[in-house]
Structures are given as C-alpha cells and as structure tokens.
C-alpha cells in the first residue's frame, strides 16, 4: 500500500535552485532544463474555482502516490508523463527534498491539448442537470426514466475545453474537439481514456470503490504521441464512491472534496475570493477522505 508522510501542510511550494513557470490551484510548476518539469502538488484544495485558504492535510501527497499508482498500472495502455530523473536529481538541498517528500514529481516537458478528456460512468453532478432538462448528456441521448446516480448504458466521453485561469472550463462535442485538435487525436484521446476508465473502474470496483466519473488530460510529444499528462484518477479529478453507500435515486458520499462544498453551501458566501475558513473538522474530516480512497484503492 503506498503510504504518506507526517510532514506540515504545504499551501505553497518555495524552491531556491528552480524557476516558478506555474502555479495552479493545487499544484506550483517549476522548471528544470530543456526536456524536464518539476510538478509539487500543494495540499491546495479549491472549490467554485476558488482556492481555499487553509490546506488539507496529506492531500498533495495523497493525490501524487494516487496518480502515480495508475501511471504504473495503465503504462501497457498508454505512455505517461513521468522522467527516469527522480526528486533528488535536481533538488539538492535537504530541506527542500524534505518539504516536496511525497508530493513532487519530475515529468516530461511535453505540448499539451487544450481539452479535458472528461468519461462519465454514472449520471450525476451537471450530467444529471443536464439529463433533466434535455433527456440527454452534453448532447448524447439517454433513455428515459434515469434517477440521479444511475450507472450508465455504457460510459461516456463528453470533452470540455480548457479555459483561461478563473474561468470555467466548457462542455464541447466531439466535432468541436476535432476541430480543435483534429481527428487523429481527437479519436485517440476518446478511445484511450475510455479505456483507461473501463480499465480503473474494473480495479477501483474490486476494492470497494465506484469510480463515477472521472477526466484525463494529454500531451504530445516530439514524435507526435500522446502522453498521459497532469494527474490520473484521483479524487481530486474522479468522483469516488463507496460501494457500500451507493444508492441510486440520492448523491451518494464520495472519497473528495463535496464535503467540502457542501459545507460552504452552507454559508452565506457568494462564491467569488476571498473564500471562507474551514472549520478544524472539516478540515480533517477531508483529508481523512482522501487518505481512505489511497488506502482502499493500493491496499
């Protein structure tokens, strides 16, 4: 089982030796040499698209040991962002190796495709809202009479393109994403992350967990592959159920951050910065979230 560490909360990464290139909402991008990045993944969490400001404990490390889990299970399937170079080749001092512990990866500099490859395996979140008003899912036909949280026909791909920072990303169909990405990997992208979907949810399901939906992005490389790039079935990126409480007709509880949203859908706050303080049991009861579905999904 992959284990995390008792290091301190980590909201933002600071490294002497590299150049900053990027700072997301969970994860700070640093630059190493002309073929290679330094990904950190910061116990962030976001919610509305806002970036909350009180870490949640373990959460980076859980989402990095999580991905590189199915970077190792799914490399028959496709190629993955990750180096030979490990953390300690190009950070040298002990402080800051000690600081990334866990948390920190050396991946490929590659050219991204500006989409998410979203897959739905289960109607819920906007695909449900969706389904209600139209009878169908970003455009594809569903029958009729499907209560919220019903598993699927079959999975669906349903791309999004990527937008601009503090923007929402957008719902495309597939003639969209071809034209912007055209055709060869358009057609790529959407077989490979079905695939790789089916594949998770095969593994996930056996642990006792309901992978319902979940998104993958990609990047090319210089001989025009595609690579599997950012992180890969997370909680942070998947909706993660129990099997035990899954109930079709009602949202079921999930290994991420909707208890965090739910919490904040409490409040009186607009949804727009500076975002309100978590509570202490909030707080842990989110990382003991996420630190379950590690446990339970590499156990």
Known sequence: MQ???HSA???ESHLRGLKKVHQGKVRDIYDVDAEHLLIVTSDRLSAFDVVLPD???????VLTQISLFWFAKTQHMVANHLSTLKVEDVIFDVHERAQLAGRAMVVKKLKPLPIEAVVRGYLIGSGYKDYKLHGSLCGI???GGLQMADKLPEPLFTPASKAPAGMHDENIDFDAMVKSVG??????VRRIALDLYRFAAEHARSRNIIIADTKFEFGVDKAGRLILIDEALTPDSSRFWPVASYRPGSSPPSFDKQFVRDYLESLHWDKKPPAPHLPPDVLTRTSNNYRDALRLLTA
Do not use: D, N, R
């Open 3 to 5: 284990q995390v560490s």
């Open 141 to 143: 036909p569903l029958p």
């Open 9 to 11: 909360p980590l909201f």
């Open 55 to 61: 870490p949640i404990p373990f959460k980076g490390e």
């Open 183 to 188: 055709l060869e990997y358009a057609t790529g």
